[in-house]
């Protein structure tokens, strides 16, 4: 039996316009990628080389905590083991996981947008993600909190699937499944990103219960979702758990998550802890980068009250099960907002998973406004979102990459407090100059990336200097530290000044004077080294010839 004329129309023209949206789709993640490229030369910070570093025990068969110790889940050293392993150890193989990782982000994104406010809230959704995430600083990007934004975003596409919308009760379960993998993939790169999880559970509960079912079809509804929801957590959640203890390093992870609780409680030790430095520079750039953001989402929540105030004077009723999915995005962000409160430092990067929210509610923001007789503000947007990132990420670069500046002089520009670039890429260099690849280094201080970028192997597994030196470690491992060293000291020992980080140690002296009160290590340095020369914060000791 044929189809009617029209019918064969109507279908022929949605897949056309299906196939027009996704080569959209893809032509805006290409010329994102495109203009964010010149991230791959950004030099590494501190966090950067810790990941890394981890990352590379890992692939050389150390598990991270007991092979290099640091405090967060593994997920962020896995991740950086994985693009090691495919593109070698280097500043660039890194970088990379930034431009591998936006597809995921900007498809999740474009699909949350497109379901909550249309194609044009979608599209201009997925570039301001893009300028807003590449033009963010070589320190703030590559790093957990960022990269996390993958198994979140994934989640929340997961969960809008599963709300009730036209899908079948079993594809609705299958979304739900999947949305609890990622979230609970999300909890591995942070603990306080259960937060996130609890947003996303509430806000999904809400569009479920807001749409036109009984109320014992809500609760039928809700319950299979949370159990399939718990399903998929607890296979990554479990899972990860039995892999940590089969590796044998279940009790250290453990023991990890307990101690962030002090460090993240650091900027609560003084009552105005808002007014420490650390948190004014956080919130000044976020003030300075995220403003626009700022000021379209509250001008959201304006045109939406003017709108529903219009279709309650029209006595229109208003389709809650359409405007509910809106709580998810709020309350993800609220979430993210208390997770970054939480830990009172206001860090760039630890505010990095309110942006999708924003960037969501600026876009549709825009959009409504073009309907005031302004139809051309999307295409002005875009074009401006696209001329951030160009001015953000290529000018910089250009001298650099046309040949006019030397990687010194470029790295010089890539600075956050007493930390430069340049200083870090001098002291890889003189070190490659008198030392062998694979040769033991120690380093007094938090640089670990002068062992990632020089490919020297840490001498201990205390790869930065606060495990040995805050209150609540324990002081066994100043012991285990010198004794390891004592019984393979390595060619060069490498001593910070001016690194003064209280939001970290919770002290307010550098490493070299702590290097003072640590008298065992102090000790052993002084028998077996000699000072041979200092590089900017850097002093540089050489193993006596015996």
């Given at each position: 039996?044929?189809c009617?004329p029209?019918?064969t129309?109507k279908?022929?023209q949605?897949?056309?316009?299906r196939?027009r949206?996704i080569l959209i789709v893809i032509?805006c993640?290409?010329?994102l990628?495109l203009l964010?490229?010149?991230i791959l030369t950004y030099?590494?910070a501190?966090?950067h080389g810790?990941?890394?570093?981890i990352?590379?025990?890992i692939l ?10 640091d ?5 962020i050293y ?14 660039a193989?890194?970088r990379?996981?930034?431009?591998a ?5 900007g498809v999740?994104l474009?699909?949350v947008?497109?379901?909550l406010a ?10 301001a ?5 590449f033009?963010?600083?070589f320190?703030?990007?590559?790093q957990?909190?960022?990269l ?16 009730p919308?036209?899908?079948t ?5 299958l ?6 993998v990622c979230a609970a993939?999300t909890?591995w790169?942070?603990y ?14 809400i569009s479920?219960?807001?749409?036109g ?6 609760m039928?509804w809700?319950?299979r979702?949370a ?12 899972g ?5 203890a089969a590796l044998?390093?279940?009790d250290?992870?453990?023991l990890s ?6 460090y993240?409680g650091?900027?609560y030790?003084?009552?105005q802890?808002y007014?420490t430095?650390?948190w ?6 976020r003030?300075?980068l ?6 379209l989402?509250?001008?959201?929540l304006?045109l ?5 105030a219009?279709q309650a004077?029209n ?6 099960s359409?405007h ?7 309350l ?6 208390a997770n970054v409160l939480?830990q009172?430092?206001?860090i ?6 309110i942006l999708p929210?924003l960037?969501?509610?600026a876009?549709d923001?825009?959009?409504?406004l073009s309907?005031?007789?302004a139809?051309?503000?999307p295409?002005?947007a875009?074009?401006a979102?696209?001329l ?8 910089p670069?250009l001298p650099y990459l046309?040949?006019q500046?030397?990687q ?10 007493e ?7 001098q002291?890889?260099?003189?070190l490659?100059a ?7 280094l120690?380093?007094?201080g938090?640089?670990?990336e002068?062992?990632y ?5 840490p ?8 495990p ?7 002081r066994?491992?100043?012991?285990e ?7 393979a000291?390595p060619p ?10 209280p939001?970290?140690?919770g002290?307010?002296e550098d490493?070299n004077?702590?290097l003072?009160e640590?008298t065992?290590?102090?000790n052993?340095l ?9 590089i900017g914060?850097?002093f ?7």
């Amino acid at each position: 039996m044929r189809c009617p004329p029209i019918f064969t129309t109507k279908v022929r023209q949605a897949v056309k316009t299906r196939r027009r949206e996704i080569l959209i789709v893809i032509g805006c993640l290409a010329l994102l990628l495109l203009l964010a490229l010149p991230i791959l030369t950004y030099p590494l910070a501190r966090d950067h080389g810790v990941f890394g570093t981890i990352a590379v025990g890992i692939l050389e068969g150390q598990p991270p905590f007991i092979g290099y110790w640091d405090f967060k889940p593994p997920a962020i050293y896995y991740l950086y083991a994985l693009f090691i392993a495919l593109f070698g150890q280097s500043a660039a193989a890194l970088r990379l996981i930034d431009l591998a990782l936006f597809p995921l982000l900007g498809v999740s994104l474009y699909y949350v947008a497109r379901r909550l406010a249309g194609t044009s809230t979608a599209i201009l959704s997925l570039l301001a993600l893009g300028a807003f995430y590449f033009s963010e600083s070589f320190w703030s990007l590559t790093q957990n909190d960022g990269l996390a934004l993958a198994p979140m975003l994934l989640a929340a596409a997961c969960a809008f699937k599963a709300a009730p919308a036209g899908e079948t009760p079993r594809q609705n379960l299958l979304w739900a499944f999947f949305a609890g993998v990622c979230a609970a993939l999300t909890l591995w790169f942070k603990y306080t990103f259960a937060l996130f999880v609890l947003a996303l559970v509430i806000g999904h509960s809400i569009s479920v219960w807001t749409h036109g079912f009984t109320r014992g079809a809500k609760m039928r509804w809700l319950l299979r979702d949370a159990l399939v929801f718990a399903a998929g957590g607890l296979l990554i959640g479990l899972g990860g758990l039995v892999y940590m203890a089969a590796l044998g390093v279940l009790d250290d992870m453990i023991l990890s998550a307990q101690l962030v609780a002090p460090y993240a409680g650091l900027g609560y030790d003084g009552v105005q802890w808002y007014e420490t430095p650390v948190w004014r520079a956080g919130v000044q750039e976020r003030l300075d980068l995220w403003w626009p953001l700022l000021l379209l989402a509250a001008l959201w929540l304006l045109l939406t009250s003017v709108r529903r105030a219009r279709q309650a004077e029209n006595r229109h009723t208003t389709d809650w099960s359409v405007h509910s999915g809106w709580w998810v995005i709020w309350l993800w962000a609220l979430a993210m907002l208390a997770n970054v409160l939480m830990q009172a430092k206001g860090i760039s990067y630890q505010w990095l998973p309110i942006l999708p929210p924003l960037v969501l509610l600026a876009a549709d923001a825009v959009v409504k406004l073009s309907g005031y007789r302004a139809r051309f503000l999307p295409a002005l947007a875009g074009a401006a979102l696209c001329l951030l990132l160009l001015r953000a990420v290529w000018l910089p670069a250009l001298p650099y990459l046309s040949g006019q500046e030397t990687q010194m002089a470029y790295y010089a520009r890539f600075r956050g407090g007493e930390f430069l670039a340049s200083e870090s890429l001098q002291v890889v260099n003189y070190l490659q100059a008198h030392m062998a690849r694979g040769d033991t280094l120690y380093i007094w201080g938090f640089r670990p990336e002068i062992y990632y970028l020089g490919g020297f192997r840490p001498a201990t597994r205390f790869i930065s200097q606060f495990p040995l030196v805050v209150s609540w470690y324990p002081r066994a491992w100043q012991q285990e530290n010198v004794d390891a060293l004592w019984a393979a000291p390595p060619p060069y020992v490498l001593v910070l000044q001016v690194d003064n980080m209280p939001w970290v140690t919770g002290r307010t002296e550098d490493s070299n004077q702590l290097l003072q009160e640590y008298t065992e290590l102090n000790n052993w340095l002084m028998f077996n080294y000699e000072r041979e020369t200092q590089i900017g914060s850097f002093f540089v000791w050489r193993r006596k010839t015996q």
